[in-house]
């Protein structure tokens, strides 16, 4: 099946853009097209406008600035996937950006639109969520930064306004202590998680938890929040008992549904070993603490 017919916009500036938006009525924005291309292809969706972002240098960036590594609008996830920032300091980035779809739609896809796709089974909002990130905006009002936790409201619904367009997503850089990991379940390369867990850990300098972090995906109905998890291990030191319990706890909050790919209480059961090893891999990568394999 074709698309509908639309109009096609290629502004060169976030201002250009941000204009488009506010003047056109019932505009949409495309950026790597993965979601968006198969949804019109299907009528899915039919907006009478379309406003492609693609020519928007100013949005392809991926780097550390003040205090903030930041992801522009325009940076693929196969980006996040080779870049040595990220293989260096952010292991939860690293650990999930491989196992995103494929390598075809992770050469076009970009995190940010999978951000703005809103899709609970994505993988980047559960990392933004467990390392505290925030979604920039730009609109006819100026910029906007929306707080993860505010930004993701129902599945493929989000706190955007129709006439803002988001210019990067952005998490704190990480403080000497800290170490985060994601891990995911998923049957085969292309497919989306089953579930998966990101996870955050930020230790003092005498290895107690001082915060945690943790985001689920694909058993919710957005990404959501393991906060009886986080609150559960803020103010202690790490052990397998206590990332037991953790794991317990994540899993009690998460909602799963029973499809194709297994039942909710088979996801549930995964949630509570996903945020064990995810916090077992943060716990290291922030040195922390040191696992050996049995001999
Ligand atoms: C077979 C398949 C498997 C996949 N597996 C995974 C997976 O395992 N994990 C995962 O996370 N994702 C997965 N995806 C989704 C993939 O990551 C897409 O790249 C992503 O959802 C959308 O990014 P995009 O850049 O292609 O956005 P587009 O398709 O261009 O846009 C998606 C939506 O976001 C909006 N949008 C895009 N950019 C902006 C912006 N800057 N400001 C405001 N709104 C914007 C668009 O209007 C549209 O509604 C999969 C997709 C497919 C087709």
Known sequence: MKSAPFEHHQPT???EAVSLLESLDGPTVLSG????VPMLRFRLANPDVV?????IEELDYLHEDDGYLKIGALARHADVEHSDLIAEKYGSFADAAPLVADPQIRNRGTVVGSVAQADPKGDWGSLLIAHGGEVVAHG????????????FLLPYDTSLD??????????????????????????????????????CLRFDDDGVV????????????????????????????PSPDL??????????QSHPESDEHGDAAYKERMVDVLTQRALG?????????????NP
């Open 51 to 55: 406003v492609d972002i693609n020519g």
């Open 210 to 237: 001082e915060s945690a972090g943790i985001g689920m995906t694909a058993v919710d109905i957005t990404n959501a929040r393991a906060s009886d998890a986080e609150d559960h291990l803020e103010g202690e030191r």
């Open 281 to 293: 891999d943060a716990a290291e990568r922030a040195g922390v603490v040191r696992r050996t394999v």
């Open 140 to 151: 006819p009002d100026g910029e906007r930064v929306i707080p993860a936790d505010e930004f």
């Open 13 to 15: 500036s976030v201002g």
């Open 33 to 36: 097209g993965q979601s968006l």
């Open 243 to 252: 990332f037991e319990e953790a794991g317990e706890l994540a899993a009690e």
């Open 162 to 199: 129709e006439d803002e367009l988001i210019t990067e997503v952005r998490i704190p850089v990480p403080s000497e202590r800290e170490g985060s990991a994601y891990h995911k379940l998923k049957r085969k390369t292309g497919d989306y998680a089953m579930a998966g867990v990101g996870v």
